[in-house]
Structure formats: structure tokens, C-alpha cells
Nanobody, 125 residues
Framework: QVQLVESGGGLVQAGGSLRLSCAAS????????MGWNRQAPGKQRELVAG???????NYADSVKGRFTISRDNAKNTVYLQMNSLKPEDTAVYYC???????????????????WGQGTQVTVSS
């Protein structure tokens, strides 16, 4: 069983900063790409940022220069530093990870994408 647990969301004024964390735990053998997505009310979930196990990153155009994704492979944790926040950044933020884990029910190792439960970020104007 693999779990992703996010923390760090909250309410902040426009121009402020927040740092999100997401820790993966369970029967993890390896983690490839980790990332953050967000979903605002009435909108589809969208990619915010991603990072490979080697540290290569990609960002949505809307957050480039303001958000920074990083990870600690030893802790199976991914972070999202969000600066210069805008009201349009308001959303539920979800982390995800491409994880190799042992599945007792299958008696084998498999790669699957796991998601966290989401953390609310609200930016007031």
C-alpha cells in the first residue's frame, strides 16, 4: 500500500508565499516522476509542475518564475515553493508520484501513479 500525504496549504494574501510538501510512504521500491496538479472550482485539473528522479523539472506557463518544485529522494518527498501568489492560484493542490511498489495481491512489483488527497490553497486579493 502506497500513500501520499500533502501538507502546507492555507490562506494567504496576494503576493505572499506558501510551501507545500508531499510525502510518499508504504511498500515503495522506487519513485520516478513526482508532481503537483491543481483544480480550481469549475475547472479541470491542470499540471502545475513536475520533477524527475534526476531533478529535471517542468512548469505550467502560468507559474514559471514564481513556483519552484524540488524533491528529497531519501525522504520520498516532493515540495512546491509558491511565491508571488495570485488570486487565480486558488485551488486544491494534489501531488502525484509514479511509484514502483510490491503488490502482495499480485505477488509482483508494478509501476502505478498514486495521488494525494489534496490540500486547499486560497489566495485573497
Amino acid at each position: 500500500q502506497v500513500q501520499l500525504v500533502e501538507s502546507g496549504g492555507g490562506l494567504v494574501q496576494a503576493g505572499g508565499s506558501l510551501r507545500l510538501s508531499c510525502a510518499a510512504s508504504g511498500s515503495i521500491l522506487n519513485i520516478n516522476t513526482m508532481g503537483w496538479n491543481r483544480q480550481a472550482p469549475g475547472k479541470q485539473r491542470e499540471l502545475v509542475a513536475g520533477i524527475t528522479s534526476g531533478g529535471d523539472t517542468n512548469y505550467a506557463d502560468s507559474v514559471k518564475g514564481r513556483f519552484t518544485i524540488s524533491r528529497d529522494n531519501a525522504k520520498n518527498t516532493v515540495y512546491l515553493q509558491m511565491n508571488s501568489l495570485k488570486p487565480e492560484d486558488t485551488a486544491v493542490y494534489y501531488c502525484n508520484a509514479d511509484v514502483l511498489a510490491f503488490k502482495p495481491s499480485r505477488g509482483s512489483r508494478t509501476w502505478d501513479v498514486y495521488w494525494g488527497q489534496g490540500t486547499q490553497v486560497t489566495v485573497s486579493s
